[in-house]
């Protein structure tokens, strides 16, 4: 009996890993795969599963976001947790690999695999069924158009994502929920500052170190997405009159409006996240923890992510893809990868793992697989198919998974109670759907 034929479009980690899922269940793949005939301009090696801006692949310890989340692929077969194995590298608590080594074992498995054919060259032509489509975030021109052109929506090119604190760590005998003029219902957390917790605020942000821009990235900076620290230096009213204005605001603890103003907003339906509006920054990682924890009531907020700011080819996924990453609509074609939404290396790849499957099982006639909504994977699906406007690619975090039924303060054993329940749901859902 000839085996069904399906098409994956990109070599990186979740290319590779939907292509590897795929051949596994028994479908022949055509992997294509543009190197080395056309280079992105941030890839360099020849090599399959390149990783461009680190060799770390998070922390290992399963009681973390990313170390449950590696720990989930491994349960699925995962050629990356595969490769890392035998690349893997001494980084104290993390996981990271040699990164030639790695690409190589990716590589040589993928290219090994009896059920796995690598064509090389660009595809520029948007695929009519049974695809993967796994090209990155340096999606080509041509082919991020074909994309555009078949979902209907555009495509985000500039990536301006502000931070992410966990609710329970924000100080709310310092804040306060309110909207301005009380018009609707009080959704934003307010942190309120006086005169001179500003001024030293503004002074730290504006003297901050930023993130060097790679050659690729936009050097233009668009007004809609102004790193805040930018649009600081414009002077010291800057952000007082934009996105740290007070106006309509009154402070409970002091009946007065206050200052200035930081205000977070709801990342999730369930309220265990909040965003810093308006505050969008390129600044480093450390410098980022450092002056945003200046801010009235983030003193020892819990930063899940922080802020970024550079080229990104990513879909409005809510509303396009599934929850299985499937295009909604479509004569089963999958998306997979940082282009999905979701933020990071190991993301990318579970991604890919779960289109892999996906694609799999319903050309098998089988109902696509149900996670369970504790396991990280399920809750980076939920991430992209979920109606938000203000949509933005996100990574692993503790925060988007639901709460315990019962309140753990201790954060490690929190954390480790989170991921021991995830875990286990999850192989339970894998075993009863002839998956593990």
């Known amino acids: 009996m000839e085996k069904t034929t399906v098409t994956v479009i990109g070599a990186g980690l979740a290319g590779t890993e939907a292509a590897w899922a795929l051949a ?35 922390s290992a310890d399963t009681a973390s976001a990313c170390g449950m989340l590696k720990e989930e692929m491994r349960y699925m077969g995962s050629v990356t947790m595969k490769a890392a194995e035998l690349t893997k590298v001494s980084a104290g608590g993390a996981l990271a690999v040699n990164r030639e080594q790695f690409s190589d074992a990716v590589t040589d498995m993928i290219r090994s695999h009896p059920n796995i054919e690598v064509i090389n060259g ?21 082919f991020a158009e074909k994309i555009q052109q078949r979902c209907g929506k555009p495509l985000s090119f500039y990536d301006a994502a502000a931070p992410i604190v ?13 909207t301005r003029y009380d018009k609707g219902e009080a959704d934003y957390i307010n942190c309120p500052m006086t005169r001179e917790e500003y001024e030293a605020f503004y002074n730290e942000l504006v003297n901050a170190e930023s993130v060097p821009l790679k050659s690729f990235e936009d050097m233009k900076v668009y007004e809609g997405c102004m790193p805040v620290e930018v649009l600081a230096k414009r002077g010291i009213e800057s952000v007082r009159y934009g996105c740290m204005k007070p106006v309509g605001l009154t402070d409970p603890r002091t009946g007065r409006r206050p200052y200035a103003v930081v205000q977070l907003r709801k990342e999730n339906n369930e309220g265990t996240l909040y965003n810093l509006v308006g505050f969008q920054t390129n600044l480093k990682f450390g410098e980022q923890k450092r002056v ?23 879909l409005s996924s809510p509303g396009l893809l599934d929850d299985g990453f499937r295009l909604i609509g479509s004569d089963n074609i999958y998306f997979a990868g940082q282009m999905t ?28 697989l149900s996670l369970p909504e504790t396991c990280m994977t399920a809750a980076l699906a939920k991430h992209i198919s979920t109606e938000n406007k203000d949509f933005q690619p996100m990574g692993a975090n503790m925060g988007i998974l639901p709460p315990l039924p019962d309140r753990i303060k201790d954060k490690k054993l929190r954390y480790r109670t989170i991921a021991d329940r995830g875990l286990s749901d999850l192989r339970a859902a894998l075993a009863s759907q002839a998956e593990l």
């Open 24 to 58: 596994n269940r028994g479908y022949f793949v055509r992997l294509c795969e543009m190197k080395p005939e056309k280079y992105s301009p941030a890839h360099k090696y020849s090599g399959f599963a390149e990783l461009v801006c680190s060799n770390s692949l998070k």
């Open 292 to 314: 945003f924890s200046m801010i009235t009531g983030l003193q020892n907020a819990d930063f899940v992510r922080y802020g970024v700011m550079h080229r990104n080819t990513f």
């Open 122 to 142: 660009e595809v520029t032509q948007f695929p009519e069924k049974n695809t993967v489509i796994a090209t990155g975030p340096l999606t080509s021109d041509d």
């Open 166 to 178: 966990t609710a329970e760590s924000i100080d709310m005998s310092l804040a306060f929920f309110a």
């Open 341 to 368: 939404g979701v933020e990071g290396y190991v993301e990318s790849a579970a991604s890919g793992i779960v289109a892999g499957i996906n694609l799999a099982r319903t050309l098998a006639g089988k109902p696509k």
